[in-house]
């Protein structure tokens, strides 16, 4: 067969915070060659699939050479001459010559780089684009981008507490005008910014990172931009919000201290009255990890109180892991999950996550991770998942525009049949 996997190797590469990461490289017997790019994440949670670092001199510790060590011997062996169009037997292959519940033996980079890799050569072999593959000839919707516009938390240096503030054309008819009403509007914020005298840079995602006096301030900045831009809040665009709550509470638990801020400390309920206080001010349309991960009964207040009016979304709580997710479906902890392709490790895994909340009626969000290449697997796999609704950063930074290109590519092939939708 044409699609048997010749070879498979791997090397070290660096992302787009300067740390290694795994690339890899697989061939069929019909000369089809593909790679992927594994991305790595800053805000993480306790329960992802293990990024194998080599804790050596080497980048300061960073090095992923193990990993590459591991694709070049143990996994190679297991998978040349296996059929590339069988992914999940690929996956499962790679997850049993494992054998640990984290994926620690081979690292959950090797794991994923050999599994994008290996999709993106079944369907190149077969003359199909990769979103087709994946999902089907009915993959056709285009996801709304939920654009980083600015940054506080372990994203930023400055007095923000909550990690991510987004911009969402949810109002936009296509994926190519959501994409212009969130990239003027990018930079209508930036010449605010720069007329007083706050900083323009940018942080790991391409958000800028303002010495803001407040978290209210930075959301007051953006409705100042959108309105500047000639748009309307809450129906052209809205906002979505990361807390990242892990970031601020020191037992990852109850205990939160909005040190950025200078707000100081706080229980669960007052995260979630404070919630309440921008939600009737503020156009927000999705709250992703109000809480953190281990504040399982904050988490399923906070989805009972304003579960109606908007998307609650987990992250470091359910870790695109079925086990955690379906703990959360049956909690009502929130009604959304975020889905990170290097958080549990192989696109199996991560479809069968997009399954289960699919199955509850519960929405998903694909996601990008601070720490990118310019491998543009996750614009695919957010069309294939038909989940309506991606962030893979802002409107700057190469790594990320490579994402919201791909989709403009897709878009246009796919010919005036896309559709592009928040619900």
């Known amino acids: 067969m044409n699609t048997l996997i010749e070879s498979i190797y791997a090397l070290e590469i660096l992302d787009s915070r300067g740390n290694p990461t795994v690339r890899v490289y697989v061939e069929l017997f019909d000369g089809t060659r593909e790679f992927s790019s594994v991305p790595s994440g800053a805000s993480t949670g306790q329960?992802?699939?293990?990024?194998?670092?080599?804790?050596?001199?080497?980048?300061?510790?960073?090095?992923?050479?193990?990993?590459?060590?591991?694709?070049?011997?143990?996994?190679?062996?297991?998978?040349?001459?296996?059929?590339?169009?069988?992914?999940?037997?690929?996956?499962?292959?790679?997850?049993?010559?494992?054998?640990?519940?984290?994926?620690?033996?081979?690292?959950?980079?090797?794991?994923?780089?050999?599994?994008m890799a290996v999709a993106k050569a079944a369907a190149k072999s077969l003359d199909i684009p990769l979103y087709q593959y994946l999902g089907g000839t009915n993959a056709v919707r285009i996801p709304v981008p939920c654009m980083n516009i600015l940054n506080g938390g372990e994203h930023a240096d400055n007095s923000v507490d909550f990690q991510e503030f987004m911009l969402v054309p949810h109002g936009a008819p296509s994926f190519k005008e959501g994409l212009r009403y969130v990239a003027e509007t990018f930079h209508i914020l930036k010449g605010i910014l720069k007329d007083r005298g706050l900083a323009t840079s940018v942080g790991d995602e391409g958000g800028f990172a303002p010495d803001c006096e407040s978290n209210e301030a930075a959301i007051e900045l953006i409705i100042e931009a959108i309105n500047k831009a000639g748009y309307s809040p809450g129906k052209d665009l809205s906002i979505a919000v990361d807390n990242a709550a892990n970031s601020f509470c020191t037992n990852l638990k109850d205990n939160y201290d909005l040190v950025w801020s200078g707000r100081g400390k706080m229980t669960s309920d007052d995260l979630i009255n404070l919630a309440g206080v921008w939600l009737e001010k503020y156009p927000i349309i999705l709250w992703e990890d109000p809480l953190a991960e281990k504040d399982w009964d904050g988490f399923a207040k906070f989805t009972e109180k304003y579960g109606n009016k908007i998307e609650v979304v987990g992250d470091d709580i359910f870790v695109t892991n079925t086990k955690y997710i379906q703990e959360g479906i049956n909690k009502k902890t929130a009604n959304s999950c975020l889905i990170k392709l290097n958080q549990i490790g192989s696109v199996t895994e991560t479809i069968e996550a997009v399954r289960m909340c699919r199955d509850a009626g519960w929405r998903y969000f694909l996601s990008h991770r601070s720490g990118e290449t310019e491998d543009t697997f996750l614009a695919d796999f957010a069309v294939a998942?038909?989940?309506?609704?991606?962030?893979?950063?802002?409107?700057?930074?190469?790594?990320?525009?490579?994402?919201?290109?791909?989709?403009?590519?897709?878009?246009h092939e796919l010919a005036g049949r896309s559709e592009y939708r928040w619900k």
Do not use: F, P
Not at 109 to 114: E, R
Not at 385 to 411: P, V
């Open 47 to 115: 329960n992802e699939a293990l990024e194998l670092r080599d804790n050596d001199k080497r980048y300061g510790g960073k090095g992923v050479q193990k990993a590459v060590d591991n694709v070049n011997t143990l996994i190679a062996d297991a998978l040349e001459g296996m059929d590339a169009t069988r992914q999940k037997d690929i996956d499962y292959t790679m997850i049993e010559l494992d054998g640990t519940e984290n994926k620690s033996k081979l690292g959950a980079n090797a794991i994923l780089g050999v599994s």
């Open 385 to 411: 998942m038909d989940g309506g609704h991606l962030k893979t950063g802002s409107a700057c930074r190469g790594e990320r525009i490579a994402k919201y290109n791909r989709l403009l590519e897709i878009e």
